[in-house]
């Protein structure tokens, strides 16, 4: 049985411009009404909404420890894209037996994009205790629009995001560079977007 503790990667909030952002061309968030102009409509969904889990049945407690670890990181993977895809996983750094201390690095491919994990087992019998740290994490357009549509669809007349690649690796725990917006009443509002380990985030883009 494994008794995972879960570290969150704690790095400084830094705006980054990136092409093809929103703020890309030095407007920042001053005038969210241009911003989201720029931006593109989030659809509404056909269905609740709900958090996408790797392909296959979850690994159970008497699971080897490598399954279960490689399930979990797997899941977090999923999470942060928002979308469910095949993926394959793999870890470097010797056989895990959950008995010894170890230190691996494990390798979630998530539609050929590669999320790295370096994780700290500390062994037991009959428990194990294990912690993994990665860096980055993949961010789709559909899922930051599928989360956005579930955090603010109830509240909000219109919903705009950025123009995001279909896929990529960013920075977890840092601002995107990426905008979404939402119109109260004649009021737009903008939001960063920001990944953290496992989950989509919005952060108000007044606070970056």
Not at 40 to 67: M, T
Request: charged residues 25%.
């Amino acid at each position: 049985m494994r008794r995972p503790r879960v570290v969150l990667l704690v790095t400084a909030a830094l705006c980054l411009t990136l092409t093809g952002c929103g703020g890309g061309d030095g407007d920042g968030d001053a005038d969210a009404v241009k911003q989201a102009r720029k931006g593109v409509p989030v659809p509404s969904p056909s269905g609740s909404y709900e958090i996408p889990k790797p392909a296959g049945k979850p690994p159970g407690d008497a699971a080897r420890p490598d399954e279960q670890i490689l399930y979990d990181l797997q899941e977090r993977v999923v999470a942060a894209a928002g979308v469910p895809a095949k993926t394959k996983a793999e870890c470097e750094g010797g056989v895990i037996t959950g008995t010894v201390d170890q230190t691996v690095t494990c390798g979630i491919t998530y539609e050929g994009l590669v999320v790295r994990y370096e994780v700290d087992i500390e062994g037991g019998t009959p428990t194990f205790n294990w912690t993994a740290v990665a860096e980055s994490s993949v961010l789709t357009a559909e899922g930051v629009g599928l989360a956005y549509w579930a955090k603010r669809g109830d509240d909000a007349a219109e919903l705009r995001c950025d123009r995001m690649p279909e896929k990529k690796l960013v920075k977890l725990g840092r601002d995107t560079g990426y905008r979404c917006y939402r119109k109260s009443k004649d009021t737009w509002v903008s939001d960063a977007v920001v990944l953290a380990d496992g989950k989509i985030t919005f952060r108000s883009a007044e606070a970056e």
